[in-house]
Structures are given as structure tokens and as C-alpha cells.
């Protein structure tokens, strides 16, 4: 999650057009947008056949005042979104497909909303997320108020998950990106306020600090973000810092018996508003969810390390991008992103758009 508020920023390559360009394709609860995409040759469904282009669909609107903060994958290939705010915070489940709506499968207590979640590393449809209570007055956590809850789907129990508290986070000033090591009992937490990479033990409840460089850190400023999202992939961690408007990697696998780790990252991308983002794990290239004044995704291809990401889609419907995640055996193919309809509208109380969750057909 990131509040973007800044007028200025460098000329970027753009593969779109214009919003009065945009056709609409669809009136159901899905609204199909074209957009333009020269640098991939894409080729849609019969039903709107047009080559060289992206096909997007926006699910129908999250309540009034959503804030659609991260997304994790069932394994029916149905979404789980966290939202932050009221009314009403907590865990829906959408599926990725037409005339699909957000359906709310549990509310939290004592707490603003639920903000990172990822998938079990180990036990299937099983989840790990995290709640707390951000102030969009003050732009700030409140220390203290963090914590992780494990979240399981039983088939006696239904569509409800089973939820439970496993640990309070009190140590880490704000978690915000959460990410599972494979084949192990970890998960890697980012604090964006701190400036650190965590690994959290979901059998011993142990937290240990995994990373610790000036590439993690906030700026000073009103509005503090560092370090938000964090991946694993082709033997590395990737990470955003929203601050710093980089994105970068390290040599990790996660499991590392000494750390935190050394060593210096590589840069990946620059000069972007980037929130949170997604790596193919089969080719390297990562895909951005970027805010204002982007409000789209953009693309660093594996060969392109270090540079300004191109934009493969902007505007509506997808205003106020906050993380992405590959569909359900669509890895390269298929993005589904969560979307706020626009971060000024927490700040400012005037709410003009719910949130969403737009699936993104890259071929």
C-alpha cells in the first residue's frame, strides 16, 4: 500500500491510449476495456477479436471506501483480496471472471483492516494475514497494533474461513508486503516505516530481522513509505521501495540459516510510483502495479534491468493500483491486480469509486 502524492516525474514510454479511446466491449458486471499495446501482439477471445491489444476486466465495485489493498490465489483459482479500511475491512473473495461480485468472508475486530496476505508455504488453501490500524488523517500505523492471523478453508465449514490470531507484530512499525518461502515454515514480511525485511517463523511465532540496507528505507518526509513489496523468484528477492521509487534484488532463497543477509541489491527499476508488483518466474520480467501519476501497470523485461518501466495500461479501470498476482496457471499470461479507484479519495473523504479487482489478459 502507498499514497502517491507527488506532481512531478519523468517522461515515461507509454503503450496506451487515450482514456477517449478506450471501446467498451461489454455491459455486464465485467466492463471489457481495449487498450493499446504495440510493444505485444495479443490476440482476444472471438467475442472482440483485435490484435495488438490488452483485454482488461473490472470486477464489479468493492463497497464505497474500499481500500483493495493485496490479493492471494485459492486454489480453485478464485481471489482472496484484503481490504484496509471501513466499512466493511477485512477478507473477500472474488472470482476472476464475468458478472463476478466481491463476496465479504470475514470481518476483523479491534483493528482498521487486513493489509498483507499470502498463501501457506506448506498446507494448501491456507493463508497468512496481516491486520492493523492506519490513520489516512495522519498518513501513519499505530504502533503496536499489528498483527498475523492464520486463515484456513475447511469444506465442513463452507465458504467461511477459519481464522485465528497466531502472533501480535508489535516489532515491525508497519507490515505491508508478506511473501511465503517455499518449502519452509517462513514468510518474509516488509516494514515500510522501519526500513526492514522481517522473517516470521509460522511454527516457532520467531521474528528475525532477513534484511537491513539504505535501498529499504523511507524518506524523510509527511508521507513514509520504504520498502512495501517483496518477492521471491528465480533465486532472488525482489523488492519495492515506494519512497525511493525503485524497484531491486538480492541473492536470497529465504531459508538462509545466517542472517540477515550482506551484500549490495541490484537495481531493476527506477524513477516509478510503484506499489507493489509481480515477477515471471519463467522469463524475469516484472510487472509494477504504479500509482498516481501513472494509475496503471508497467513492465521492466528482463533484458531492460536498471531502467524506467514502459506502461502496458493505464487509466480506468485500473486507478489506484496496489499489488498484483499471477491467475491460476497463467503465469505470463494472465495478471489479476487489485485497484483502489484512487488514493486521494481516503485523504480527501470525497469517495467517488469503490475498488476493484481487474483481470489484465497479457495474451
Not at 506448506?122 to 498483527?147: H, I, K, R
Not at 514502459?310 to 499471477?326: C, D, E, K, M, Y
Amino acid at each position: 500500500m502507498c499514497l502517491w502524492m507527488q506532481s512531478s516525474f519523468s517522461t515515461r514510454a507509454s503503450a496506451c491510449i487515450s482514456d477517449n479511446n478506450q471501446k467498451e466491449i461489454s455491459t455486464h458486471t465485467f466492463n471489457f476495456m481495449m487498450i493499446g499495446l504495440p510493444l505485444l501482439a495479443v490476440f482476444l477471445p472471438a467475442a472482440a477479436t483485435v490484435q495488438g491489444r490488452l483485454l482488461i476486466e473490472a470486477s464489479r465495485d468493492f463497497p464505497l471506501g474500499s481500500e483493495v489493498e493485496n490479493l492471494a490465489l485459492r486454489p480453485s483459482g478464485s481471489v482472496l483480496a484484503t481490504v484496509y479500511t471501513s466499512p466493511p475491512q477485512g477478507i473477500y473473495e472474488v472470482a476472476p471472471h464475468q458478472n463476478s461480485t466481491p463476496k465479504l468472508l470475514y470481518t476483523f475486530t479491534n483493528t482498521t483492516g487486513a493489509c498483507g496476505i499470502t498463501a501457506s508455504p506448506t498446507e494448501p488453501d491456507v493463508f497468512f494475514v496481516m491486520t492493523g490500524n492506519f490513520s489516512f488523517d495522519t498518513l501513519s500505523p499505530a504502533p503496536g497494533s499489528y498483527a498475523i492471523h492464520r486463515l484456513s478453508f475447511d469444506k465442513k465449514c463452507g465458504d467461511k474461513p477459519i481464522v485465528k490470531k497466531i502472533a501480535a507484530l508489535g516489532a515491525i512499525a508497519q507490515p505491508n508486503g508478506i511473501t511465503s518461502v517455499p518449502k519452509s515454515s517462513y514468510l518474509l514480511i516488509a516494514d515500510s516505516v522501519g526500513g526492514f525485511v522481517y522473517r516470521f517463523d509460522t511454527l516457532t511465532l520467531q521474528l528475525t530481522t532477513y534484511f537491513d540496507h539504505p535501498l529499504l528505507k523511507p524518506l524523510p518526509g509527511p508521507i513514509r513509505f520504504g520498502v512495501n513489496g517483496v518477492k521471491l523468484s528465480r533465486g532472488y528477492m525482489y523488492f519495492s521501495n515506494t519512497n525511493q521509487q525503485i524497484v531491486a534484488r538480492i541473492k536470497a532463497t529465504g531459508r538462509e540459516e545466517t542472517v540477515p543477509l550482506t551484500g549490495n541489491p541490484e537495481t531493476v527499476a527506477t524513477s516509478t510510483p510503484v506499489d507493489d508488483f509481480i515477477v515471471n518466474d519463467l522469463n524475469g520480467d516484472v510487472y509494477l502495479a504504479e500509482q498516481d501519476p501513472i494509475n496503471g501497470i508497467g513492465l521492466v523485461s528482463k533484458n531492460a534491468y536498471g531502467s524506467v518501466p514502459v506502461t502496458i495500461a493505464s487509466g480506468p479501470p485500473l486507478l489506484g493500483p496496489t499489488a498484483a498476482i499471477w491467475a491460476k496457471c497463467a503465469v505470463g499470461k494472465t495478471l489479476l491486480v487489485s485497484v483502489t479507484g484512487g488514493f486521494e479519495q481516503f485523504v480527501t473523504k470525497n469517495f467517488t469509486g469503490g475498488g476493484k479487482v481487474v483481470v489484465v489478459h497479457l495474451e
